[in-house]
């Protein structure tokens, strides 16, 4: 062999080995600039659309007309301040909430302050008192309200004028946090929701008393009714009796007997398709490995048109709005996919014709995104666990460099299928991303989320081992070439899996992570009950047992490269994390190879030349120690 060909096998065989794909390198600026929309919602009348934009550190709201995208109106509330629930009024106007939220990663305050507007921008008003009221329904018979409910202590259902602000009250519920559930003649009938202690409650309205139906501990069963059918007596309920993922039933009040429509063995419905008048449950949306749909009421003339709409777009999942018209004629839906970002239409059931409406990232081109598959585990003590796997495009899938990528939360959240920025700018540089839906994640049942209450530290981060360990057997990950990276509780998951496993991880990635247990108690979780209830029931118990499960405390072990990420404004994990974790890394004679300190952000980075230098320092970072940059074997 010519000394040319060597060199060129050696070249190929260094390529392999670092598991670079051959596709373009998309400019990380790509990934995570604003998207051109979160929301659009359509007026009853199908002429104009209210549209959420993100724009760095607020969401706009504009009104556009459908025929030709032209500006109606236009929201901006400054900086910090985001929309949520843009409700239709009416044809003529909007109502919507707008709340505070000041990282990426961050959640949106419970409550928000409220306005109504018309379209056009006049006749704003602010709604007294707004920042308690949750909207839960329009009443079409009388198109200047809504129904709003307010939980304080106890919860209140009020009829809202939205010309003018002012309310009725309809009645009040022995529920702390509840919602109430009105019949087609708009009687209330029940109420449900938690208690600051995180258990669950139902009520039944009967005559001017109520009853409960239903009382349970946190994770330990639910009864959530969802709406009426058509004779007032029937009521779909979303229940679970001993934290199974929960079913679809139907129920009949007077005698209570009830009938199984829908249900699956591993996850919990993640979403439900409505006929136009909201008397009959057609289909059940389920996030088990692929989204999918579960048609109840496959007879059903507007059932017949959804299931063509979803064959309509194959390979990618589709997701309902409401209908709007009196007759349901209008239809917006979304389709996306695990390399397309989110695209909307409106459906014209008269025409039988759909209208593009936007792209929230038309830059993105799906040919060169990566695949993402579900996958299963079984882990050591027997518990099936499920999750995604995304494999660099032009990789062979064999012994790929991988970044194990723990979502935060860690208790309600879960990962899906769909479009995620941070992992396909991963795969689009060689690597291959996991995300297991650990024991703890939402989604899968109580029993499931409640199996990683106080196990933070052990059997939540064996989860995240156990997988790993069944990708290097399957010859799809090369196991001298793992990192791990998350953000929040993933933060914590990627250095307590680092401490538990120093031998598995080559590197490891804390973005706003908690590594200090006892510093969750300085959060602003700890500013209200249900906040205290919650790390009560979810953190290790004792102060020791904290001390333990706390990766800072843990250093000793620690044998991978570290990069820690965090903003100095972070209330929800305080930058205090990160300092005890520095302060006992020096104590053992080590130290953060990499430390990114933003003084302006918060929990998650927004500044979009923030979070581009940011990821160029990661990918840097995970170049130098299982990517391309780290030294190949020679060549034979």
Not at 103 to 110: C, I, M, N, P, S
Not at 128 to 149: A, E
Not at 267 to 287: C, I, K, M, N, Q
Not at 519 to 527: F, G, P, T, V
Request: hydrophobic residues 35%; contains cysteine.
């Amino acid at each position: 062999m010519s000394m040319f060909a060597r060199l060129m096998v050696a070249f190929v065989a260094a390529m392999l080995w670092a598991g670079i794909a051959t596709a373009r390198e998309v400019p990380v600026e790509d990934f995570f600039k604003d998207a051109e929309f979160t929301s659009i919602t359509v007026s009853p009348d199908g002429q104009h659309m209210a549209v959420t934009v993100p724009q760095e550190d607020r969401t706009v709201l504009a009104v556009l007309r459908v025929s030709d995208r032209g500006v109606v109106g236009k929201w901006d509330y400054g900086a910090d301040r985001h929309f949520r629930d843009v409700i239709w009024a009416n044809d003529e106007r909007l109502i919507f909430v707008v709340t505070f939220k000041t990282g990426k990663f961050d959640f949106e305050t419970a409550k928000g302050d409220m306005y109504a507007s018309n379209i056009d921008g006049t006749r704003r008003i602010d709604i007294p008192n707004g920042m308690f009221y949750d909207i839960i329904d329009t009443t079409p018979d009388d198109p200047r309200t809504v129904l709003v409910q307010r939980s304080v202590e106890t919860a209140f259902l009020f009829k809202l004028n939205v010309y003018n602000g002012n309310v009725t009250p309809v009645v009040q519920a022995p529920v702390e946090m509840g919602s109430f559930l009105i019949d087609h003649e708009d009687r209330v009938r029940f109420v449900f929701g938690a208690n600051a202690d995180g258990g669950h409650v139902a009520f039944r309205r009967d005559g001017e008393r109520w009853t409960q139906v239903h009382s349970s501990g946190r994770n330990t069963g639910s009864f959530v009714p969802l709406g009426f059918a058509a004779d007032n007596r029937h009521v779909y309920v979303s229940r679970s009796r001993d934290g199974e993922p929960a079913g679809i039933y139907l129920v009949d009040t007077d005698d209570w007997s009830e009938e199984l429509l829908s249900r699956n063995e591993r996850v919990s419905p993640g979403g439900l398709l409505w006929s136009h008048d909201e008397t009959t449950l057609l289909a059940v949306r389920y996030h088990d490995g692929l989204p999918s749909w579960d048609f109840v009421a496959p007879e059903h003339p507007e059932a017949k048109i959804y299931a063509g709409l979803i064959q309509a777009f194959p390979g990618k999942a589709v997701w309902f709005a409401e209908s709007s018209g009196s007759d349901g004629r209008y239809i917006t839906l979304r389709t996306y996919s695990d390399t397309q970002p989110s695209e909307a239409f409106l459906f014209d059931r008269d025409t039988g014709r759909a209208t593009y409406l936007a792209s929230a990232m038309d830059w993105i081109k799906p040919e060169e995104m990566s695949p993402m598959r579900p996958v299963s585990v079984t882990t050591r003590d027997g518990l099936e666990i499920h999750g995604y796997l995304t494999i660099p495009k032009d990789s062979d899938g064999r012994n790929l460099p991988l970044i194990v990528n723990p979502h935060g939360g860690p208790h309600g959240p879960r990962d899906y299928w769909g479009f995620n920025p941070e992992v396909q700018l991963f795969a689009n540089r060689g690597y291959a991303v996991l995300q297991m839906n650990y024991r703890g994640s939402g989604g899968y049942g109580s029993t499931f989320e409640g199996a990683g209450y106080r196990k933070w530290g052990t059997a939540m981060q064996d989860d995240l081992t156990d997988s790993v360990a069944q990708l290097v057997r399957e010859g799809i990950v090369d196991g001298s070439r793992v990192c791990i990276y998350g953000a929040s509780y993933g933060g914590y998951a990627a250095l307590m899996s680092a401490v538990r496993e120093p031998d598995l991880y080559r590197c490891s990635v804390g973005y706003v992570g908690v590594y200090d247990l006892e510093a969750q108690y300085h959060s602003d979780i700890n500013d209200h009950e249900f906040g205290r209830n919650y790390l009560r029931d979810v953190l290790p118990p004792t102060d020791g047992e904290r001390r333990a499960h706390s990766p800072a405390y843990g250093v000793a072990n620690l044998r991978a490269a570290v990069m820690l990420v965090h903003g100095r404004k972070d209330q929800r994990v305080p930058i205090r994390n990160m300092f005890v974790l520095i302060d006992q890394m020096k104590k053992v004679g080590k130290e953060p190879e990499e430390v990114i300190v933003e003084d302006k952000e918060a929990h998650g980075f927004r500044d979009l030349e923030n979070q581009v230098s940011l990821y160029n320092r990661m990918l840097a970072f995970f170049d130098r120690h299982i990517g391309r940059g780290r030294t190949p074997p020679a060549a034979d």
